[in-house]
């Protein structure tokens, strides 16, 4: 057995292929199983040339990681330069969902740090009004540490 990885080897997910290709499509039109395969094998040695391409552009640049700007260029050295601006376009709405999505899970996170304060304030309050005044100090030795009162 070899650890080579070959294009045989790599495909996409068939339902996520399959979600692009209908969402692609026209209501009315279907597509055979051979051809849903044809695009997936062709979708992935498309995606394979792509990032090597992008990678040689990265190398060039003096950069070891791939980059937005590399794949542009990539686009542009494989000929299919008409897509750039599209993808831009994607590219920028891409961030701003991404930029809505931090900023949104931000406020819910630091509303759920205001309700844990909330409630840690709700418990401090029950316990100093529990009456621990009958118990002696052997009692609450023999209380679960986790179970006695904070006396903070």
């Not at 891409?94 to 909330?118: C, G, H, L, N, P």
Request: hydrophobic content about 40%.
């Amino acid at each position: 057995m070899s650890d080579t990885t070959t294009i045989e080897d790599l495909d996409f997910p068939k339902a996520v292929l399959t979600r692009v290709i209908k969402s692609s499509l026209p209501e009315n039109i279907s597509i055979q199983k051979e051809a849903r395969h044809g695009v997936a094998k062709a979708s992935t040695v498309f995606v394979s040339y792509l990032a090597a391409t992008a990678n040689d552009c990265a190398r060039e640049s003096g950069h070891k990681t791939i980059m937005t700007q590399d794949v542009l260029k990539a686009l542009e050295a494989i000929g299919l330069g008409d897509f750039i601006d599209r993808l831009k376009a994607d590219l920028d709405a891409f961030a701003i969902k991404t930029k809505e999505k931090k900023k949104v899970k931000s406020t819910d996170e630091d509303e759920d740090v205001e309700d844990v304060e909330d409630e840690e304030e709700d418990i401090s309050v029950v316990m100093d009004v529990a009456d621990t005044s009958a118990m002696d100090v052997d009692d609450t030795e023999s209380i679960d540490a986790a179970k006695r009162p904070r006396t903070e």
